[in-house]
Nanobody
Framework: VQLQASGGGLVQAGGSLRLSCAASGRTVSIYAMGWFRQAPGKEREFVAAISWRGGSTYSTDSVKGRFTISRDDAENTVFLQMNSLKPEDTAVYYC????????????????WGQGTLVTVSS
């Protein structure tokens, strides 16, 4: 499956963005899907994930209450709604697909999109 992330941009602190991850080549419905981010000079970190049926979601503590992951398997797309953005959310955001189930480790994810840049100004 090929993944294409989009929706990044420049936003002021407190603002919102909605990231999309469009899948092609194979239906994404059989995969758990995740969002990760990588800030300059830092390692890639887990943001949120959703199970292959959408019944379970999981996010890192720093985004709980602000970010929401969802999926539309009919459209082969996964979303990350980001509200109340902070400057520390600035990073390149990547979507990824996992056949191994829901989790925060990059090792679980076999397919990665190219990333979309989110910049939050103070």
């Amino acid at each position: 499956v090929q993944l294409q992330a989009s929706g990044g941009g420049l936003v002021q602190a407190g603002g919102s963005l909605r990231l999309s991850c469009a899948a092609s080549g194979r239906t994404v419905s059989i995969y758990a899907m995740g969002w990760f981010r990588q800030a300059p000079g830092k390692e890639r970190e887990f943001v949120a994930a959703i199970s292959w049926r959408g019944g379970s979601t999981y996010s890192t503590d720093s985004v709980k209450g602000r970010f929401t992951i969802s999926r539309d398997d009919a459209e082969n797309t996964v979303f990350l709604q980001m509200n109340s953005l902070k400057p520390e959310d600035t990073a390149v955001y990547y979507c990824a697909a996992s056949k191994e189930g829901l989790g925060a480790s990059t090792i679980l994810y076999s397919n990665w999109g190219q990333g979309t840049l989110v910049t939050v100004s103070s």
